[in-house]
């Protein structure tokens, strides 16, 4: 089993920034992505970022946050982050830390509690 803990979430203005955290502990074996959803009232929930754990680290991000959010991880401390810098109302939402872990040929998805992030004036 694989436990998140994640923090960092708020209630900001628009155009301020957050920046969300996400440890990871427990069986963390064969972990190959770590990524940040998000689900608003009403809504699915969608993909924000996600970063592989491969050596190039590669990142995909949605369009509704490109060139605003930047996800990156820190592998020693088993975290990953989420820069959200010019947020917007839309960006209201409750975040979720994910990870996916490869067993034999099975994906194990792992998800944090949720995060709320307010974006209002």
């Known amino acids: 089993q694989v436990q998140l803990v994640e923090s960092g979430g708020g209630l900001v203005q628009p155009g301020e920034s957050l920046r969300l955290s996400c440890a990871a502990s427990g069986s963390i074996f064969s972990i190959y992505a770590m990524g940040w959803y998000r689900q608003a009232p009403g809504k699915q929930r969608e993909l924000v970022a996600v970063i592989n754990s491969g050596s190039g680290g590669s990142t995909n991000y949605a369009d509704s946050v490109k060139g605003r959010f930047t996800i990156s991880r820190d592998n020693a401390k088993n975290t990953v982050y989420l820069q959200m810098n010019s947020l917007k109302p839309e960006d209201t939402a409750v975040y979720y830390c994910?990870?996916?872990?490869?067993?034999?040929?099975?994906?194990?998805?792992?998800w944090g509690q949720g995060t709320q992030v307010t974006v209002s004036s």
């Open positions: 994910n990870v996916k872990q490869l067993v034999l040929v099975k994906t194990n998805d792992y």
